[in-house]
């Protein structure tokens, strides 16, 4: 489960031309994880044979993690009625995740989840991320295209993740459909 809240505005500048802001709260996951394991096993000597089986015992885990904030800017232009093309840039701190255990006053615990948020802070950087996009219409039909560029996550790593987006729906008056194609390069 998890929870977040989203905010928003947009000021439409004239007819054609639209700015916002935006801002995204970190998004606090709950988890649980249970887990056990059984082995299944067979000793054989020249003398005898021996099957046999272990089972664990069940282990349960409760953890919170916690997502970075988002800031996103976004431009508009509406096109009369033949569509629009827009453009959204984002700010994320990755390194501002965390994580928490629950319930838990081991030392032990305690130090592993503090040495694990020093490394999701010193491994992780803010990144910038851009996306375009447009819709054309003509009639009932839109067409539709997108492009992204998303900064890595990881501090050492420069190369940026690019995906590329296609799309065509039908708009009628009470039903719509819609296809896309996402292509993701990394």
């Given at each position: 489960a998890g929870i977040n809240l989203k905010l928003g505005a947009i000021y439409r500048i004239n007819q054609m031309f639209r700015v916002g802001a935006a801002i995204h709260t970190p998004t606090s996951f709950a988890f649980e994880d249970?887990?056990?394991?059984?082995?299944?096993?067979?000793?054989?000597?020249?003398?005898?044979?021996?099957?046999?089986?272990?089972?664990?015992?069940?282990?349960?885990?409760?953890?919170?993690?916690?997502?970075?904030?988002?800031?996103?800017?976004?431009?508009?232009?509406?096109?009369?009625?033949?569509?629009?093309?827009?453009?959204?840039?984002?700010?994320?701190?990755?390194?501002?995740?965390?994580?928490?255990?629950?319930?838990?006053?081991?030392?032990e615990d305690l130090d592993f989840v503090r040495g694990l948020n020093n490394q999701l802070s010193d491994e992780l950087k803010g990144g910038v991320n851009l996306r375009l996009g447009g819709e054309f219409a003509y009639e009932i039909l839109r067409f539709r295209a997108g492009f992204s560029i998303t900064d890595n996550p990881y501090d050492n790593v420069s190369e940026k993740n690019n995906a590329l987006s296609l799309g065509i729906g039908v708009r009628g008056k009470t039903v719509f459909a819609d296809f896309a194609f996402k292509r993701i390069m990394n």
């Open positions: 249970s887990w056990n394991a059984r082995m299944l096993y067979e000793f054989t000597d020249p003398d005898f044979s021996s099957p046999g089986e272990q089972q664990s015992p069940d282990g349960f885990f409760e953890y919170k993690f916690k997502t970075p904030w988002r800031y996103i800017g976004s431009l508009g232009v509406i096109i009369k009625k033949y569509g629009f093309l827009s453009a959204d840039i984002e700010y994320v701190n990755y390194g501002g995740s965390e994580f928490k255990f629950n319930n838990t006053e081991n030392a």
